[in-house]
C-alpha cells in the first residue's frame, strides 16, 4: 500500500493537531499515574532520595485507623447520592410543565451547578455559621433555644455538607431527567390512562423505568465525585472537626502536602483506584442486568 504526497500531508496535518493534546496527556496525566504507582512502593519526603520499600506502604495503610475513618467519612458523603437523585427528579417532574416562565425557573435551579465551587462554599459557610448565619437565625426566630453548631459539631457536620451538596448539585441531575423525561412516549401514558392508572401508577411502572438509564449514569458518576471528594471540605471545614470530614483524597493530599510523605499518600491512592474501579465494575454489571434501557 502505497500513500501519495497529499495523503501523507493529511496525517501529519491530523497528527499535528492531536500532537497538542497527547502530550498533555503524556506529560499531566500519564507520566504521573506512572511515576504515583512507582513511588507506592517507596518512601519519600521530596527533599532526600527515594527509598524502596517494597509493600510496607500497603501494610501501614491497611493498618491505619485514620485511613478507615476516613474512608467511612467518605462513604458517608455519598447519601448525598440517593437524595440529590430524588430531588433533582422531583424538580425535574416540576418543570417539565409547559407554564409561562418555566425556563427562567430551570435556569434558576441550574445556576449553582456554572457557579464556582469556592463560592458556593463560603456562601454556606455563612449560611451555616452558628453565631449570626441565615439558618441559625431563622431557626431561633421560630423558638430553637440552641440550634446546632451546624459544621463545628461532630454530628452535623456531615449532614451539613450533605445538604449543600444536595443543594448545589440538583441543577446537574433535573437537566438529565428532564432531557429523559421528555423523551418518554405520550402514548404510554395515554394507554395507561385508558386502562384506569392512577398518577402515582403511572410513575412507577412507566416513568421510573423509562429513567433507568439516567439513574445509572449519574449513581456512577456519583460515586466516582464521591470518592474524589475534597474542594468543598477543603474550604468549609478543614477536615475537622476531629477529622470528621476529612475524605480519603483531603487524607492524600495532607500526607503528600502537609507531611510530605509521597510514597504513603501514592500508596493511599492507588487503593483509592482499585475502589473506585470495582465499585464501578460491580454497578456496571448491576445495571446490565436491571433493564434493558442501561
Do not use: C
Not at 53 to 72: K, P, V
Not at 109 to 129: D, H, K, Q
Not at 184 to 199: C, F, H, M, N, R
Not at 212 to 235: D, E, K, L, T
Amino acid at each position: 500500500m502505497t500513500i501519495n504526497k497529499k495523503e501523507l500531508r493529511n496525517m501529519l496535518t491530523g497528527f499535528a493537531f492531536l500532537a497538542p493534546n497527547v502530550i498533555g496527556f503524556m506529560a499531566f496525566t500519564m507520566m504521573p499515574v506512572v511515576v504515583s504507582f512507582g513511588l507506592a512502593f517507596m518512601e519519600w519526603d521530596i527533599i532526600g532520595d527515594p527509598v524502596f520499600i517494597g509493600l510496607n506502604n500497603f501494610i501501614t495503610l491497611f493498618q491505619d485507623r485514620n485511613f478507615w475513618y476516613y474512608l467511612y467519612n467518605t462513604v458517608y458523603l455519598m447519601l448525598g447520592i440517593p437524595l440529590g437523585m430524588a430531588f433533582s427528579l422531583f424538580l425535574a417532574i416540576l418543570v417539565n410543565n409547559k407554564l409561562r416562565g418555566i425556563v427562567f425557573f430551570r435556569t434558576i435551579y441550574f445556576m449553582p451547578v456554572i457557579s464556582s465551587m469556592v463560592a458556593i462554599s463560603l456562601l454556606w459557610r455563612w449560611v451555616y455559621n452558628p453565631d449570626f448565619g441565615i439558618l441559625n437565625n431563622f431557626l431561633r426566630d421560630i423558638g430553637v433555644i440552641n440550634p446546632p453548631r451546624w459544621l463545628s459539631s461532630l454530628g452535623w457536620a456531615k449532614p451539613s455538607l450533605i445538604i449543600m451538596s444536595v443543594w448545589s448539585g440538583a441543577g446537574h441531575n433535573m437537566i438529565l431527567y428532564l432531557a429523559a423525561l421528555q423523551g418518554v412516549p405520550q402514548e404510554l401514558y395515554e394507554s395507561a390512562s385508558i386502562d384506569g392508572a392512577t398518577k402515582w401508577e403511572q410513575f412507577r411502572h412507566i416513568t421510573f423505568p423509562m429513567l433507568s438509564f439516567v439513574n445509572f449514569f449519574i449513581v456512577i458518576m456519583g460515586i466516582i465525585g464521591g470518592f474524589q471528594a475534597f474542594g468543598v471540605q477543603y474550604i468549609m471545614t478543614e477536615g475537622g472537626p476531629a477529622g470528621s470530614t476529612t475524605t480519603i483524597v483531603y487524607y492524600i493530599y495532607n500526607n503528600a502536602y502537609k507531611w510530605f510523605k509521597m510514597g504513603y499518600a501514592s500508596s493511599i491512592a492507588w487503593v483509592l483506584f482499585i475502589m473506585m474501579f470495582v465499585f464501578t465494575l460491580i454497578q456496571w454489571r448491576l445495571g446490565k442486568k436491571s433493564g434493558e434501557y442501561y
